[in-house]
């Protein structure tokens, strides 16, 4: 930590990094299918669906996996369709209750290392797979997975982060790539119990009122997610490059386009951020307050001499087009 770096080096490669460039295409899919103007308990934009049920929520999230993953780490593949899947219900302070999956294979052999790895996760991580659609005779490989979660009343969300808050980055730091990919695996060879306590701490910040807003950090980075956040909460921010969360050996360009496998962005008031950070810490989960929020709306990074540089202007050009007005965003 603390090495010098080229910062408008860095913030062009978040802006032009492949993850977040998949991102930009929700924006045309939203308008396509008039999302924003629906009425929804929480709008277009999160990391699961959430349907008002009795005193609390269900959720409703999916993933669908590249082929080229697909092809080259099957196991994996299989292992992150239930890994994934349960981030995004713990990213809103929900628990599992069941997954589904759709698998597309050339043959019953080319399937069977992607249902192995579904099959240890949701063993792992104590979540049922309950169903689902398969098709072992396929021209090519694809996957894709359903999780089903629940929530109480008190929601996090992409759209309630607010000016003044700190932004806290939560990540687990006990794991290492899977070379030569951007993925940073916390997670396979892991207990189960460890995992499944690692993951109840995001609800528990709910269900304490601790927490606002968070989001779990995607294949589009840490500060590629947090443009996402900021964006849905109609927020700008400024980013300490040099305090988020990282393994002493790994470069922080690197870093910065990690998809790791434990990983949360939480915007709290300052006041709940001592509380928050001493929670990660007891599950030995490094977190640090990485930023302040702001009113600009324009998300900015910093080096650690306090310069500054712009990595998008929201104003100016959404990122994923869910934080504009519409009567179905939230205010």
Sequence with gaps: MGAPFDLMALARQIR??????????????????????????????DDCAAIPDGDGHLLFAIEGFLDSFVAADPYFAGYCGIMVNLSDVAAMGGRPLAVVDALWSRDAAAADPILVGLSDAAALYGVPVVGGHTNTRAEAGNLAVAVLGR????????????????LVAAIDL????????????????????????DLAVLPGLAED???????????????GTALMLLECSKVGGVI?????????????????????SFGYLLSLR?????????????????SARIGRLDTSRVARVRDPVGDEAVVWDFAASPLIGCGRDSPGAAP
């Design 16 to 45: 032009d990094a492949r993850g977040v460039a998949h991102k930009r295409d929700i924006d045309a899919v939203v308008a396509r299918l008039g999302l924003g103007s629906r009425h929804a308990a929480v709008p277009v934009g």
């Design 151 to 166: 929530a109480g009343p008190r929601l996090l969300t992409s759209f309630d982060a607010a000016p003044g808050d700190d």
């Design 174 to 197: 006990r794991g290492r790539f899977r070379e030569p990919h951007p993925y940073w695996d916390a997670s396979t060879g892991a207990p189960g119990e460890r995992l499944r306590g």
């Design 209 to 223: 009122g601790l927490c606002r807003a968070a989001k779990d950090i995607s294949m589009a980075g840490v500060v």
């Design 240 to 260: 300490d490059l040099d305090a988020i969360p990282r393994p002493d050996h790994v470069p922080l360009a690197r870093w910065l386009t990690a998809f790791p």
């Design 270 to 286: 300052p006041d709940h951020t001592p509380a928050v950070l001493a929670r990660f810490a007891e599950r030995g989960i490094a």
